[in-house]
C-alpha cells in the first residue's frame, strides 16, 4: 500500500504597483481543477507498482507518488498616497490550485476484495489532497488579510518591501502546515486505511442485509 506524501512548492505572490487613490479592497480569486492519470494492474501488487511508476513525479524528492495537488499563488497590490505617506490601496490574491489522482482502468473488471481496497485508496487519495487545496486556500485569505491590515509607510519603496515581506512570511507558514499535514497522515496511514476498510465492508454488509 502506498504512503501518501505529497510535497508542495508554493510561488512567492507577484506585485503589480499603481497609485489610484480610493479606499482600501481586496477579493481572493480562487480557481481548482481536477486532472487523473490512469493506472493498470490486475493485482493489489501491481497496483501498487502502478501508482509508483506512474504517478506525479515531485521535483523536491524525485520520486512520483500516488496523487498531488500544484498550488500557485500570485495576485496584484496597488498603493494610494495619503498626507504625504503610502499605504495598501487594494490587494487581490490568486490561489490556482490543480489536483491530480488516479483512475483505474481495470475497476469494474476487479474482485470484490480488490475492488474495496481500491475505492478506499482513491477516496483517501482524494480527501489527502482535497485538504491540500484547502490549507491553501485558508493562506490565501490571510495573506490577503495581512495585505490589506498593513499600515501606511513614510514611502512607497517601504510599503512595497513590506508587502513583499508580508506575502513571504505567509508563503512559509503555508508550506511548513502543508508539510506538518504530510506528515501527520503518513505516520497515521496504516491505523487510517484499516478503520476505513472495516467501515467500508460494514457498510456493504448491512446494506446486503437490507436488501
Given amino acids: 500500500m502506498p504512503r501518501l506524501h505529497i510535497p508542495l512548492r508554493a510561488a512567492l505572490i507577484a506585485l503589480l504597483v499603481g497609485l489610484p487613490i480610493g479606499k482600501a479592497s481586496g477579493e481572493t480569486l480562487i480557481t481548482k481543477r481536477i486532472s487523473y492519470f490512469s ?37 496584484t497590490v496597488t498603493y494610494v498616497t495619503r498626507d504625504d505617506r503610502c499605504a495598501v490601496g487594494s490587494a487581490k490574491v490568486t490561489l490556482s490550485t490543480r489536483i491530480i489522482l488516479p483512475r483505474w482502468k481495470y475497476r469494474r473488471q ?61 508563503v512559509e507558514r503555508h508550506d511548513k502546515d502543508q508539510a506538518r499535514f504530510d506528515r501527520t497522515e503518513a505516520a497515521n496511514f496504516d491505523r487510517r486505511m484499516i478503520r476505513l476498510l472495516q467501515y467500508r465492508l460494514e457498510t456493504l454488509k448491512k446494506n446486503a442485509k437490507a436488501r
Avoid: N, Y
Fill in 39 to 75: 493506472i493498470g494492474g490486475r493485482t493489489a501488487a501491481e497496483l501498487d507498482q502502478a501508482l509508483s511508476s506512474s504517478g506525479p513525479m515531485m521535483k523536491s524528492t524525485g520520486t512520483r507518488h500516488p496523487g498531488a495537488t500544484r498550488i500557485k499563488f500570485g495576485g
Fill in 110 to 170: 476487479a474482485g470484490r476484495d480488490l475492488a474495496l481496497v481500491w475505492d478506499t485508496l482513491a477516496s483517501d487519495i482524494k480527501r489527502h489532497e482535497e485538504r491540500h487545496a484547502e490549507i491553501a486556500r485558508i493562506h490565501a485569505r490571510k495573506m490577503e488579510k495581512a495585505l490589506l491590515s498593513l499600515k501606511p509607510e513614510d514611502s512607497c519603496e517601504r510599503i512595497q518591501a513590506r508587502v513583499a515581506e508580508v506575502s513571504a512570511e505567509e
